[in-house]
Structures are given as structure tokens and as C-alpha cells.
């Protein structure tokens, strides 16, 4: 049975519950709070944690990590807890939206509670990366490859990035084989509206696809890139609008 493990994460637990606790107390200014009993714990509690993790159980925990870990997976951890939050806070300022009285005095504070539980994450998240892996990159990583890594983000923030107006959906066409790719751009286009159009992402120039719908689609395509490479191409595809009952004609 793994009884320390065990132990830790019991010891976890009553950390957190202590901690959240002394919270919840002060802040609202109940006869229970007590800072000093709250700064003590911090002091013979929560401290002592930390530094005992540090002289023995994370040397510990380091060659393991090589061995059998995976570097990166903590910081992915600290990702999924973005999110949750994020969806705490759509959630709670899409109530807000119609909330009224007491009920929007409540959830006023919970959004301030989850957006400064937010600021706290992404405070130490960002200082990880920062502190971490960026003086390895740009020690250890060519001008071209981390050229590469800020190019891939750059894709991914623009892939995620909501339509505009007239703009359909993104294709990212670039995990796809390439005997696949031109037929689900095919496909795409011709599932839209005459005036809506869709972004295609591509790990090259897609020449080739223009020169194709030019001889397969002449005059009902519009073609317009946004992005022209070195390592990403995006290029806003739409429909004709004045060419939608042109395919019906004889
Ligand atoms: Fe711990
Ligand atoms: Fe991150």
C-alpha cells in the first residue's frame, strides 16, 4: 500500500483545509478569524512543508522525473486549472448578466475570489516559464528552432482566435496527411454560404490548392492570405457570393 503517499497527500489536504479555512473566517469577519493563529500556521505549518519538500523529497523526485517523468507535466497541470477557472468565470459572469439584488452581491464576490485565485496561478505560471524554460531555449535552441516554437504558438493563438464576421471556421489542415488535405478543403468550400469563407492553416505555401481551385472552381473563390510563412501559411478562403446558383445551370 503506498502509505506515504499517502501521508503526503493527507498532509496536503490539511494544509489546504486549514489554510481555506482561516480564510474564509476573515474574510467574513467572523468572531473565529484570528490572523495571528493564521500567520502562525503559516510560519510552523506551511513553510516547514515547503522546506522539507525541498531537501527531501524533490531530490528524491528528480531523477525519477528523468527515468520515468515527464518535465513539462506539472506546467500542464497548472494549465487545466487556467481553464477550470476560466470556465468559473464565464460561468459566473454569464449569471451576473441577469442576477439582481443579494444574488448579484454574492456572485460579484465570488468572481473577485475567482479571478484573484486566477492572478495568483497565472502569477507563479508565468514566472515558471519565464525563470525555466526560457533560458533553455535560448541557450540550448538555434535562432531558426526557437524562431519555429514562436511561430507554432503564434498558429495555435490564431487558430483559437474567435471568427470574424463572414468567417465560418478555421481548417488547420497541417496534422492531416496530405492526400486528405485537398479534398476536405474542397469539401469545406463547397459547404458554404455564397460570402462566408473559412481560414485555412497550412504548413506550407498552398500554391498548388490555389492553382487547383482556379481550374476547379474558377470565379466562385476568393483567395487572401493573411499569413505568408516561414513555417505557417493562413489564407482566408470564401465562397463567391454571386456565383451560389451558377453550379445549378445547365
Ligand atoms: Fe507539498
Ligand atoms: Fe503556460
Redesign the pocket.
Known sequence: MPKVSEAIRRHHQALFHTLTTQIAHLAAGRPEADPAALVTFLHTELLPHAVGEEHHLYPAIEPLLKAHGEATAT?RV??TFLEEYIRQIDHTVQKLSTAAGEERATLHHQLQRLTWQLEALLRV??EK?ERIYLPLLEQYLSAAEQQRVLEGMHAAYTASAPAEEGTKTTLDVRPLPPPQRHPLIFQTLDSLQPGESFILINDHDPKPLYYQLHHEREGQFTWEYLEQGPVVWRVRIGRTPEQKEETSCP
Open positions: 506546467m497548472d494549465h505560471h508565468l516559464e
